[in-house]
C-alpha cells in the first residue's frame, strides 16, 4: 500500500495535472499533508548528489503527469472493457558535460512499469442474490516485501529515447483496463478492487566510460525518478441500449459504471525513487516476474 490506511478513501477530482521540477543537485522536500483528498497527489520530491556518470552529469528532472478517471467503453477489439480514461507522462532530463573530456555517447532514456493488480468478475447473466453466483479473481502473487510484478516488458512500450548534450524528453501513455465481455461471454460484473498500483520509474541508460555499450562495458540503468499511481472501478451489465457502453456482438448487454476512482499518489527524483512505498522492504525497479492479468480462478 502507498500509506498505512486506505489510499481510496475519498474521491477526487476527475483531472489530476501537475508539474515537478527540481534541480537534482539541490537538497529539496516537498510534502502534501496525509488526510489530502484523494485526488490531491502526494509528491515527494528528495534532491541527492547530482548523478554523474563519466564527463556526464544529470542537471536537472522534469516530470509532468495527467491522469483521467475510470470509464466504461470500448476497449481493445472494441469489446466493451472497464478502464483508465488514461495517463500521460513527460519527463525533461537535463544533461551537461561535467568533465574535460567529450562524450561519445549520451545514453538513452526509458521507462519501466511495476504493477500490483486485482481484479474481479462475475458469470454472464448472473445477478446478484443468485445462488449460481460466484467470483473469479486474478491476482498478483507476490510477497508483502516486494509486492511488484513486470508490467509488460522492458523498455515500457519498447520505446527508448537516443539523448544528447542539453534536455532530452520521453512520453509514456497508458489505460489498463479489464474486458467486461469476451464473446461469447458477457460479465455480469467486473471489478479493479481493492485496486490496481503502479511504479513508473525514469530510467537513464549510460555506459561507465560514456561510449557505446560492450560486453566489457554493458550499460549501467540509473533510476531518475519514479511515479506511483493507482486506479480502481467496478461496472455493471444493465441489459440496455442506453448503457455507456453497449455491446456490439451480443446486444442489448451493455454496462454502466458503478463507480470509479484513480490519482498519481507520489512523484519522486532523486534518491527518493528508491525508497520504496511501505510495508514493502525492497525499493527500485523489479524486472520479473511479468505480470500475467489473464490467469482467472474461483475466489
Not at 509514456?172 to 461471454?185: C, K, T
Request: with cysteine.
Amino acid at each position: 500500500m502507498w500509506r498505512s490506511s486506505d489510499p481510496f478513501a475519498e474521491p477526487g477530482p476527475q483531472l489530476s495535472r501537475r508539474r515537478l521540477c527540481l534541480g537534482i543537485g539541490a537538497a529539496a522536500m516537498l510534502m502534501a499533508p496525509v488526510g489530502r483528498a484523494f485526488g490531491q497527489p502526494l509528491t515527494l520530491a528528495m534532491g541527492a548528489v547530482s548523478p554523474t556518470i563519466g564527463s556526464i552529469r544529470v542537471r536537472n528532472v522534469v516530470i509532468d503527469h495527467t491522469i483521467d478517471q475510470p470509464r466504461v467503453a470500448p476497449y481493445l477489439a472494441g469489446r466493451c472493457g472497464l478502464q483508465l480514461g488514461g495517463i500521460h507522462l513527460r519527463a525533461h532530463v537535463d544533461l551537461e558535460i561535467a568533465g574535460p573530456s567529450k562524450p561519445a555517447w549520451f545514453g538513452n532514456l526509458a521507462f519501466v512499469q511495476n504493477v500490483d493488480f486485482h481484479h474481479k468478475r462475475t458469470p454472464p447473466g448472473v445477478a446478484a442474490g443468485n445462488p449460481q453466483l460466484h467470483w473469479a479473481c486474478a491476482d498478483s502473487h507476490v510477497p508483502v516485501q516486494a509486492p511488484w510484478e513486470l508490467d509488460g516488458q522492458y523498455p515500457y512500450n519498447n520505446v527508448r529515447r537516443r539523448c544528447a548534450r542539453g534536455l532530452n524528453t520521453i512520453d509514456l501513455d497508458d489505460a489498463p483496463g479489464v474486458f467486461a465481455e469476451i464473446p461469447p461471454a458477457e460479465f455480469e460484473r467486473v471489478q479493479v478492487q481493492p485496486g490496481d498500483r503502479f511504479q513508473t520509474f525514469l530510467i537513464w541508460e549510460i555506459t561507465a566510460d560514456n561510449r557505446p555499450p560492450s560486453a566489457a562495458k554493458p550499460v549501467e540503468r540509473v533510476v531518475l525518478g519514479r511515479v506511483d499511481w493507482v486506479w480502481k472501478g467496478s461496472a455493471t451489465d444493465i441489459a440496455s441500449r442506453q448503457a455507456q457502453c453497449v455491446s456490439k456482438p451480443a446486444p442489448p448487454n451493455g454496462w454502466n459504471l458503478d463507480s470509479g476512482d484513480a490519482a498519481i499518489q507520489r512523484v519522486l527524483i532523486g534518491r527518493a525513487a528508491m525508497i520504496p512505498p511501505p510495508p514493502a522492504k525492497i525499493g527500485g525497479p523489479v524486472y520479473k516476474p511479468v505480470a500475467n492479468p489473464n490467469v482467472w480462478v474461483r475466489c
